[in-house]
């Protein structure tokens, strides 16, 4: 098997990220990772010059992989308001498999509570993304409050991955999608509808 070339250093981010995500970053050693990739230490040290390069290549990746999820959950055709709840219909189904662990910025987060530290940085920046994303959601729905909302949301959806990581598959986190949208109802009332009713004529 190469230790060499894009090969050996994918098996040793692979390897790396399923450690990582079911254990944490500080629980998980240089030596444990390069024995299930079957690389050697110097292999690993060429590819990624220390734990913390690794880390953040973990977490890049796993952030191409939220947005990825993210954007497979909306449906652009659909009305803004709809697109907020499918984000929160998506999470609650994530939050529940039982293959969700939580989520790997937060653990990140408070593994390296350093502001600093390359971890925590990039913890918070894909956070902030996603923060980002939902108030600019919000603003197209048309909530009155489009950073209160997104805040709030962001909240539900935190909340859910740490449920999940809290308690397992059975876990509040069922209540994700209800709780987005009674948050979503507040600050984007339901327009209603009476299919039966005509419009008013002009005389």
């Keep these: 098997m190469s230790t060499l070339g894009p090969a050996a250093r994918d098996r040793i981010l692979d390897t790396a990220a399923a450690l ?29 010059p220390s734990k913390d390069d690794l880390i953040v290549a973990y977490l890049q990746r796993a952030n191409d992989d939220f947005w990825a999820w993210f954007d497979a959950s909306v449906d652009r055709a659909a009305p ?15 939050a529940t498999s039982p293959a969700c662990l939580g989520c790997a910025f937060q653990v990140s ?24 994303r939902l108030r ?21 959806m935190d ?15 069922a209540q994700a999608a209800s709780a987005a949208r009674a948050v979503i109802d507040t600050h984007v009332p339901v327009r209603p509808r009476h299919p039966g009713q005509r419009p008013a004529r002009e005389t």
Aim: charged share 20%; proline share 7%; net charge negative.
């Design 20 to 48: 990582f995500y079911e254990h944490g970053y500080q629980a998980v050693g240089v030596d444990l990772i390069v024995e299930r990739a079957a690389v050697a230490k110097t292999t690993l040290y060429r590819h990624f």
């Design 80 to 94: 803004p308001r709809d697109q907020l709840v499918a984000v929160f219909d998506a999470i609650e189904r994530l």
């Design 109 to 132: 987060a408070a593994e390296f509570p350093d502001p600093a530290h390359p971890g925590h940085a990039t913890a918070r920046a894909h956070k902030e993304a996603v923060r980002d």
């Design 136 to 156: 600019g959601l919000a603003v197209v729905a048309g909530a009155a409050n489009p950073g209160a909302l997104g805040d709030a949301l962001l909240l539900v």
């Design 159 to 173: 909340g859910a991955f740490a449920a999940a990581r809290m308690y397992g598959p059975t876990s509040p986190a």
